[in-house]
């Protein structure tokens, strides 16, 4: 049937995260961003989620509501990773978009595209935030199939420009079918 993107609040009664999905139908989603390990779900998840909105967010320019999940219905089978980079330029963090699809994983940029709201301001429509300002280092989520992937993947960022770094990679969240 697939929706559109829809906003689905994962873990609604604990530390809620806001995260956007592919609708299936009317009630399931398939998570497309990279959920912070603390919720307990990945990329690619399928969750069930409540008919009633509980929020909205903006897409496109229009409002649009959010759902609450209600539980896991199918486990994805990408583990979830974080890394922290160091860059010099802003074109280095675009060239980890175009690398990720050729290394069959998935980056998100936490540091840019994520922030931390109150549950009241969540339960509305956030007032909208300025980009945050870049400092040479930036917190990734990685979502892949396994560790293996995400060293190659980044390896070969770092190998194609100078004063790219990589300190170290940790695993967040396993996925069921991941391999190490």
Do not use: C
Not at 19 to 46: C, E, H, K, M, Q
Not at 155 to 167: D, G, H, I, S, Y
């Amino acid at each position: 049937m697939e929706l559109g993107l829809t906003p689905i609040r994962l873990n609604p009664t604990g530390r809620a995260e806001v995260v956007w999905t592919i609708r299936l139908d009317p009630a399931r989603g398939r998570i497309v961003n990279i959920p912070f390990p603390a919720s307990g779900r990945r990329y690619g998840d399928v969750v069930l989620h409540d008919g009633s909105s509980t929020g909205q967010r903006m897409l496109d320019g229009q409002e649009v509501p959010v759902f609450d999940e209600l539980a896991l219905l199918v486990e994805g089978p990408y583990s979830t990773f974080h890394a922290v980079v160091s860059t010099a330029l802003n074109d280095d963090l675009l060239d980890l978009s175009d690398l990720a699809e050729q290394h069959d994983v998935v980056v998100q940029n936490w540091t840019a595209n994520t922030r931390t709201i109150s549950r009241e301001e969540s339960e509305r429509l956030p007032k909208a935030t300025p980009p945050a300002e870049r400092t040479g280092t930036v917190a990734l989520g990685i979502a892949a199939r396994t560790e293996a992937a995400v060293r190659t993947f980044l390896a070969a960022w770092t190998r194609a420009a100078p004063f790219r770094e990589v300190p170290d990679v940790h695993l967040g969240l396993n996925g069921t079918l991941a391999q190490a």
